[in-house]
T-cell receptor, first 115, second 113 residues
Framework: SAVISQKPSRDICQRGTSLTIQCQVD?????MFWYRQQPGQSLTLIAT?????????ESGFVIDKFPISRPNLTFSTLTVSNMSPEDSSIYLC????????????FGPGTRLTVL | LAKTTQPISMDSYEGQEVNITCSHN???????ITWYQQFPSQGPRFIIQ???TKVTNEVASLFIPADRKSSTLSLPRVSLSDTAVYYC??????????????FGKGTKLSVKP
């Protein structure tokens, strides 16, 4: 298994600002994933981040709004840019279990509230 | 991508066996069936995965009929701590596949004393 930590655990931000969320894994992994979970809803995949290449975004998510960095095999960041109240959500990162794509380990999430 | 359908909610009592069924009529040949558990304020946790027939681990059993158009997660003797949302996912299980891990609405299981 992998242990994943996220920072910050929660934040309250003003409209129009940006927040960068950090995801740290205790082992080297090839793929990292970023999800959004709106209150009371299911998870939606935002993007997949491979080390050394551009992130791949799912339909409805764009790089200008959610830029992702993946500088090494244990770390990734997701930035929520030019925030609006609609961006209030829990943002989670995850990694797969040694190439077993369907078996992922999730971080605790970052609870973001935009005023 | 195969879509999944689960009951929105289920109630049970401590000590009972709980079976949650998921329908996935359009499952593809190379798709696996995976179940996750999510407690409030936590990320989802992998429970079990299978391709066909029956899979059992220390937490649950997964029953998959021959046509694979549905699957049933079985939780033996649930306790209050099993109260959570359970997600059924269907997708490929090979590296490099993107966008296959799609979470449905999940089943909210409430275990009562």
């Amino acid at each position: 298994s992998a242990v994943i930590s996220q920072k910050p655990s929660r934040d309250i931000c003003q409209r129009g600002t940006s927040l960068t969320i950090q995801c740290q894994v205790d082992s080297q992994v090839t793929m990292m994933f970023w999800y959004r979970q709106q209150p009371g809803q299911s998870l939606t995949l935002i993007a997949t981040a491979n080390q050394g290449s551009e992130a791949t975004y799912e339909s409805g998510f764009v790089i200008d709004k959610f830029p992702i960095s993946r500088p090494n095999l244990t770390f990734s960041t997701l930035t929520v840019s030019n925030m609006s109240p609609e961006d209030s959500s829990i943002y989670l990162c995850s990694v797969d279990n040694r190439g077993s794509y369907n078996e992922q380990f999730f971080g605790p999430g970052t609870r973001l509230t935009v005023l | 991508l195969a879509k999944t359908t689960q009951p929105i909610s289920m109630d049970s009592y401590e000590g009972q066996e709980v079976n949650i069924t998921c329908s996935h009529n359009n499952i593809a040949t190379n798709d696996y069936i995976t179940w996750y558990q999510q407690f409030p304020s936590q990320g989802p946790r992998f429970i079990i995965q299978g391709y066909k027939t029956k899979v059992t681990n220390e937490v649950a059993s997964l029953f998959i009929p021959a046509d694979r158009k549905s699957s049933t997660l079985s939780l033996p003797r649930v306790s209050l701590s099993d109260t959570a949302v359970y997600y059924c996912l269907v997708g490929g299980n090979y590296g490099g596949s993107q966008g296959n891990l799609i979470f449905g609405k999940g089943t909210k299981l409430s275990v009562k004393p």
